[in-house]
């Protein structure tokens, strides 16, 4: 069975770096992209960028390219997301999502439980 | 970049009705066109990839269409279970969403 599983919940303060988790299993990990969605709060889906392990092939969205950093550690099967400088406006929920069934990064047909990421003074 | 449009952005349909979403690309985008579902509180969930192909394990009540810069969902038959918000996707950019509710 294909598993995402993400890190937990995480508050911080404004200007803090972070950086969250999401440990593929059940799969082939280093031969199917991974990708990261953020949703803010009440409000839509948003493509934050993907990443193919077996390449460090990465791909960002204009929105998001030089915000994060996304990459993927193949020896332990996990992608991670990373901020250096946290601002409020990065408070959301993020999922990692998987492209494995249909094995194109478009489609996202596994996705992990999510990660409230909360940025407050 | 590529702009999704969807249409409407909620409906009110009543049980066994038939529903219809609308998606318009700014610019064509092949069939690179997948559908999800997203429940109050829960997990987004793939519906429907490559413009029309279900997703294992999705009620054949899903169905999709469409290609290059227009495409549809339809639920044939709107069950209670189906009150969601559904986006459409194109080739990494997601539509503001739809809110079905019953009536």
């Known amino acids: 069975e294909v598993q995402l599983v993400q890190s937990g919940a995480e508050v911080k303060k404004p200007g803090e770096s972070l950086k969250i988790s999401c440990k593929g299993s059940?799969?082939?990990?280093?031969?199917?992209?991974i990708g990261w969605v953020r949703q803010m709060p009440g409000k839509g889906l948003e493509w934050m960028g993907i990443?193919?392990?077996?390449?460090?092939?990465?791909r960002y969205s204009p929105s998001f390219q030089g915000q994060v950093t996304i990459s993927a550690d193949k020896s332990i099967t996990t992608a991670y997301l990373q901020w250096s400088s946290l601002k409020a406006s990065d408070t959301a929920m993020y999922y990692c999502?998987?492209?494995?069934?249909?094995?194109?990064?478009?489609?996202?047909?596994?996705w992990g439980q999510g990660t409230l990421v909360t940025v407050s003074s | 970049d590529i702009q999704m449009t969807q249409s409407p952005s909620s409906l009110s349909a009543s049980v066994g009705d038939r529903v219809t979403i609308t998606c318009r690309a700014s610019?064509?985008?092949?069939?690179?066109l997948a559908w999800y579902q997203q429940k109050p509180g829960k997990v987004p969930k793939l519906l429907i990839y490559?413009?029309?192909t279900l997703q294992s394990g999705v009620p054949s009540r899903f169905s999709g269409s469409g290609s290059g810069t227009d495409f549809t969902l339809t639920i044939s038959s709107l069950q209670p279970e189906d009150v969601a918000t559904y986006y459409c996707?194109?080739?990494?950019?997601f539509g503001q969403g739809t809110n079905v509710e019953i009536k």
């Open positions: 990443i193919y392990p077996g390449a460090s092939d990465t």
């Open positions: 996707h194109g080739r990494w950019t």
């Open positions: 610019q064509g985008i092949s069939n690179y």
């Open positions: 999502v998987g492209c494995i069934v249909a094995a194109s990064p478009y489609y996202f047909d596994s």
């Open positions: 490559a413009a029309s």
């Open positions: 059940g799969y082939s990990f280093t031969n199917y992209w």
